[in-house]
């Protein structure tokens, strides 16, 4: 009987399997949910694994160090490539504030690909963030500054407070300047928190630029496959600046800059057939799922 029992198991997780495959292959509205799944469920089981051994320093931003090369893993897994511009700058071990748009939850796999290579940084994230699990725990013991964005007086004495610290241990300061996630031809307007600490602080800007995600549709929830571009602009020094409006405008109008020029790079010709090839029935197999789906059809 307990032999019959595990058959019974087997076939049925064959089947489901089969089914996902299936549906994987011949909906594009399943495909693009799926991932978005898969990239939730795959960082929070990354994260979980991580909280015991983090858990020994924790708030240590180093910790990340050990989560990053796993969560880089993911964009294969999903089908996105990467190319950094100017990682360089980033490796340089100075402190400063990385100034980031903010387009996707996939914005994490563009963080993971530079990581490694600034070592020590300490991200900036809403509140309401350390509330879910895995997540939430992982992320504080990595160091991650939770704040109020309702009460932007407190916010900045503790980003304050913590630009000191990060100062001293020659730390990045992560920001997403923006607030929120925004796919436009143009970045949102910046909240002005992460100046005033750079300005505060004597602390060099280092703009980071993600391009669009081309191959990513929510409108027709379409998700294919396609390379990303990251470009990390040179810093912007803020030693002898008084103006924080005119700092962060001359910063977004860099930024905003370099977000169009990296949209032409990926929306050309040449890219938008490489970008587009999961949208034409093309499969690259750098993708596990996608050998699987041939691998079906083989057998």
Same mark, same amino acid.
């Given at each position: 009987?307990?032999?019959?029992?595990?058959?019974?198991?087997?076939?049925?997780?064959?089947?489901?399997?089969?089914?996902?495959?299936?549906?994987?292959?011949?909906?594009?509205?399943?495909?693009?949910?799926?991932?978005?799944?898969?990239?939730?469920?795959?960082?929070s089981f990354v994260c979980l694994l991580s909280i015991p051994f983090a858990a020994f320093?924790?708030?240590?931003?180093?910790?990340?160090?050990?989560?990053?090369?796993?969560?880089?893993?993911?964009?294969?897994?999903?089908?996105?490539?990467?190319?950094?511009?100017?990682?360089?700058?980033?490796?340089?071990?100075?402190?400063?504030v990385v100034i980031c748009n903010h387009q996707s939850i996939l914005d994490t796999l563009?963080?993971?690909?530079?990581?490694?290579?600034?070592?020590?940084?300490?991200?900036?994230?809403?509140?309401?963030?350390?509330?879910?699990?895995?997540?939430?725990?992982?992320?504080?013991?990595? !160091?991650?500054?939770?704040?109020?964005?309702? /009460?932007?007086?407190? +916010? &900045?004495?503790?980003?304050?407070? @913590?630009? *000191?610290?990060?100062?001293?241990?020659?730390?990045?300061?992560?920001?997403?300047?923006?607030?929120?996630?925004?796919?436009?031809?143009?970045?949102?307007?910046?909240?002005?928190?992460?100046?005033?600490?750079?300005?505060?602080?004597?602390?060099?800007?280092?703009?980071?630029?993600?391009?669009?995600?081309?191959?990513?549709?929510? !409108?027709?929830?379409?998700?294919?496959?396609? /390379?990303?571009?990251? +470009? &990390?602009?040179?810093?912007?020094? @803020?030693? *002898?600046?008084?103006?924080?409006?005119?700092?962060?405008?001359?910063?977004?109008?860099?930024?905003?800059?370099?977000?169009?020029?990296?949209?032409?790079?990926?929306?050309?010709?040449?890219?938008?057939?490489?970008?587009?090839?999961?949208?034409?029935?093309?499969?690259?197999?750098?993708?596990?799922?996608?050998?699987?789906?041939?691998?079906?059809?083989?057998?």
């Amino acid at each position: 009987m307990g032999i019959l029992l595990w058959i019974g198991v087997i076939l049925l997780v064959l089947l489901v399997i089969v089914g996902i495959l299936v549906r994987y292959e011949d909906s594009q509205s399943f495909r693009y949910r799926f991932k978005f799944s898969f990239h939730v469920f795959y960082v929070s089981f990354v994260c979980l694994l991580s909280i015991p051994f983090a858990a020994f320093r924790p708030k240590n931003v180093e910790n990340t160090l050990m989560i990053a090369p796993f969560v880089k893993f993911a964009s294969k897994l999903l089908g996105v490539r990467w190319e950094i511009q100017g990682m360089e700058i980033l490796a340089s071990d100075i402190p400063c504030v990385v100034i980031c748009n903010h387009q996707s939850i996939l914005d994490t796999l563009g963080m993971a690909e530079v990581w490694s290579v600034m070592r020590k940084c300490a991200c900036v994230a809403k509140k309401e963030l350390i509330y879910i699990f895995p997540f939430g725990l992982a992320a504080w013991l990595c !160091g991650t500054v939770f704040i109020d964005r309702s /009460k932007g007086s407190k +916010s &900045i004495v503790k980003l304050s407070t @913590t630009a *000191d610290s990060v100062q001293k241990s020659k730390t990045k300061l992560w920001i997403f300047p923006e607030g929120t996630r925004h796919k436009g031809e143009e970045l949102l307007p910046f909240k002005k928190g992460a100046f005033h600490i750079a300005m505060q602080c004597k602390l060099p800007i280092v703009p980071v630029v993600i391009s669009p995600y081309t191959f990513i549709d929510d !409108g027709k929830e379409v998700f294919g496959q396609g /390379k990303m571009l990251l +470009s &990390i602009l040179p810093p912007i020094p @803020t030693r *002898d600046v008084t103006d924080v409006n005119e700092l962060l405008d001359k910063t977004r109008d860099l930024m905003n800059i370099e977000f169009k020029r990296l949209s032409k790079i990926v929306n050309s010709p040449a890219s938008s057939k490489s970008v587009h090839e999961n949208n034409t029935g093309i499969r690259l197999s750098s993708n596990p799922v996608t050998l699987l789906v041939e691998a079906k059809k083989i057998l």
